[in-house]
């Protein structure tokens, strides 16, 4: 039903310290965003390291929906979002198991499609789960080019071979010239 953990949400107050501490302390690089005037707040994601993402909340006026969670403090993980592969089977299973869940939405296009398990029903976590493509998602410099799953760069002492993740981004393999012979061995064992 889960493919993945695609990013942990974090709500907060001061959401230039918080991009600041992200992006200049921990190297994250901003990827998607936007603005959600009804519910009266802004959400930015992060790519950090290789795979990792991070999601900033916050409240662009009063009474958004992050204002009781944000009362008492600064800020607090808000959310886990979870990827799934077919939504309608998350739902099955879900319902299969009793565990209900709140704020079904499917956005236009489909592009992305969302449910919630309250924290009461998930040992004190809300949990988001979503079906999404996710290099539509981050920034252009931690994906690969839309239709290329791999690229190999020549070293010094072998070779680093990038390739497409199917939860998004890049995975990049350093290669020493007796990897790569026993790779090129491999595969040509399979033609």
């Known amino acids: ?30 990827c998607a965003t936007a603005r959600d005037d009804r519910m009266k707040y802004v959400w930015q994601s992060f790519a950090l390291g ?20 944000l009362a008492d403090r600064q800020g607090s993980v808000h959310h886990i979002t979870m990827q799934t592969l077919d939504i309608e089977a998350a739902k099955k299973t879900l319902d299969a198991a009793g565990i209900p869940y709140f704020g ?17 029903h998930a040992f004190g976590v809300l949990i988001q789960i979503a079906e999404f493509e996710a290099d539509e998602w981050l920034a252009p410099e931690v994906t690969m080019p839309r239709g290329k799953a791999w690229e190999v760069t020549r070293t010094d002492t072998g070779c680093t071979l990038k390739m497409a993740h199917p939860g998004g981004g890049i995975v990049e393999k350093h290669l020493d010239r007796d990897q790569i012979d ?9 033609t």
């Not at 499917?106 to 398990?117: C, G, R, T, V």
């Not at 026993?182 to 399979?190: D, N, Q, V």
């Open 182 to 190: 026993a790779l090129i061995r491999e595969l040509s064992a399979m």
């Open 1 to 30: 039903m889960i493919s993945r953990i695609d990013h942990v949400a974090v709500a907060v107050k001061d959401y230039p310290a918080a991009r600041a501490f992200f992006e200049k302390v921990l190297g994250a690089i901003p």
């Open 50 to 69: 290789d795979l990792s993402r991070i999601e900033l909340l916050h409240a662009t006026e009063a009474g958004s929906f992050l204002d009781p969670f």
């Open 104 to 120: 079904y939405n499917e956005y236009p296009d489909a592009y992305w499609k969302e449910l919630f398990i309250h924290p009461r």
